[in-house]
């Protein structure tokens, strides 16, 4: 009874670890592996949370997508004329070379 404790708690610690690599639930995952060691392979075969994917790409998206209002400091879009927070006009930027 003890060996099975202690690989729970050293195989839920690995699941933890490995779930918040992959974005996923890491207490869910502990605790998943706690229980039921041989979740950790479900785990290893899932990999990567590729609903977490998209969420980072969306933010490195909006990162490249959006600019300050020169006038307000308001986040607008970079392809924005017309800052629709304070309604200015938004001067086309400067290429960079
Ligand atoms: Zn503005």
């Known amino acids: 009874m003890h060996f099975y404790l202690l690989t729970g708690i050293v195989v839920g610690f690995a699941a933890s670890i490995l779930a918040g690599r992959y974005g996923r ?3 869910f995952w502990f605790v998943v592996c706690f229980i039921f060691p041989p979740t950790f392979l ?13 969420d980072m790409q969306n933010q490195a998206q909006a990162m490249n997508e959006y600019t ?15 800052c629709k927070h304070c309604g200015r006009d938004i001067p086309p930027k400067e290429i960079n070379i």
């Open 42 to 54: 479900v785990l290893l075969a899932l990999g990567e949370n590729q609903e977490c994917m998209p």
């Open 25 to 27: 639930n890491v207490n």
């Open 68 to 82: 300050e209002c020169p006038y307000c400091a308001e986040r607008i879009k970079k392809k924005a004329k017309v």
